[in-house]
């Protein structure tokens, strides 16, 4: 079989195009898509709430940590939906794929909550956190290919981890906010094709694969717990002297 064929079986238009028609086939992603949104939805709704209970008065909250607030919330969904997804495949898969869900989802979740938390905290609260939260679900995803999973999970959680808050640190004063948006776009867009990868190359191709997805609440709780620890680090936690 050609290489192009063996790696993916249709093209990228017809797929999505066949996604958008054919959603009883696509039920999981579908699944996916809806629970991340409603999600997002809920702790968008309360995460107003506690600013209106807790910190209103504050008049400079919503600029230093507001859109940050946000993009903390893009970033626990969307990874978690990602993993979700994943996770709701229960077959074996090879070192190849393995190593290569956990670069990706150890990489971007690292990356993505240590620029969020650098822009807040400063530099070592970023890069401690990021580390830690990138090799925690780098490693946690990668384990499905072995020792060679599980490696490159944790390697990519040490480098996204790390990354992010010097981006935060170098952009500080340089538009940070008009590149975090285009930034957040890319690394969401990365995951969405880590679960096109997936169904490509496991779903679709991996016919006796069993979908075993968690159920919303599950979903949910993970994601709310995440949230609200982060929330309080990003408003009460230590900050170094570039940021408080």
Same mark, same amino acid.
């Given at each position: 079989?050609?290489?192009?064929?063996?790696?993916?079986?249709?093209?990228?238009?017809?797929?999505?195009?066949?996604?958008?028609?054919?959603?009883?086939?696509?039920?999981?992603?579908?699944?996916?898509?809806?629970?991340?949104?409603?999600?997002?939805?809920?702790?968008?709704?309360?995460?107003?709430?506690?600013?209106?209970?807790?910190?209103?008065?504050?008049?400079?909250?919503?600029?230093?940590?507001?859109?940050?607030?946000?993009?903390?919330?893009?970033?626990?969904?969307?990874?978690?939906?990602?993993?979700?997804?994943?996770?709701?495949?229960?077959?074996?898969?090879?070192?190849?794929? @393995? +190593?290569?869900? *956990?670069?990706? /989802? #150890?990489?971007?979740? %690292?990356? $993505?909550?240590? &620029?969020?938390? =650098?822009?807040?905290? @400063? +530099?070592?609260? *970023?890069?401690? /956190? #990021?580390?830690?939260? %990138?090799? $925690?679900?780098? &490693?946690?995803? =990668?384990?499905?290919? @072995?020792?060679?999973?599980?490696?490159?999970?944790?390697?990519?959680?040490?480098?996204?981890?790390?990354?992010?808050?010097?981006?935060?640190?170098?952009?500080?004063?340089?538009?940070?906010?008009?590149?975090?948006?285009?930034?957040?776009?890319?690394?969401?867009?990365?995951?969405?094709?880590?679960?096109?990868?997936?169904?490509?190359?496991?779903?679709?191709?991996?016919?006796?694969?069993?979908?075993?997805?968690?159920?919303?609440?599950?979903?949910?709780?993970?994601?709310?717990?995440?949230?609200?620890?982060?929330?309080?680090?990003?408003?009460?936690?230590?900050?170094?002297?570039?940021?408080?």
């Amino acid at each position: 079989m050609p290489m192009d064929q063996e790696c993916c079986s249709m093209p990228v238009s017809q797929r999505l195009k066949e996604f958008c028609t054919q959603t009883k086939k696509y039920q999981l992603e579908w699944q996916m898509l809806h629970y991340a949104g409603l999600t997002l939805l809920i702790l968008l709704a309360l995460e107003l709430a506690v600013y209106f209970v807790l910190w209103k008065n504050d008049p400079a909250f919503l600029h230093k940590r507001g859109w940050w607030i946000l993009y903390l919330l893009l970033t626990i969904v969307f990874t978690a939906g990602a993993l979700w997804h994943f996770k709701a495949h229960r077959v074996k898969v090879s070192c190849m794929h @393995g +190593m290569m869900i *956990g670069m990706t /989802l #150890g990489v971007q979740s %690292g990356l $993505m909550l240590s &620029v969020v938390i =650098g822009s807040t905290n @400063g +530099m070592f609260m *970023g890069g401690l /956190l #990021g580390m830690l939260f %990138g090799v $925690m679900i780098g &490693v946690y995803a =990668g384990r499905c290919g @072995g020792i060679m999973g599980i490696l490159e999970g944790a390697m990519a959680g040490v480098m996204g981890g790390t990354m992010g808050p010097m981006i935060a640190l170098m952009m500080k004063n340089d538009h940070i906010l008009w590149f975090m948006p285009p930034f957040m776009v890319i690394n969401i867009l990365i995951l969405l094709g880590l679960s096109y990868m997936v169904y490509e190359e496991i779903a679709e191709k991996g016919s006796k694969a069993e979908k075993m997805p968690a159920d919303f609440w599950t979903f949910f709780s993970y994601c709310f717990i995440l949230t609200v620890t982060f929330t309080l680090i990003i408003v009460y936690g230590y900050k170094t002297a570039f940021v408080a």
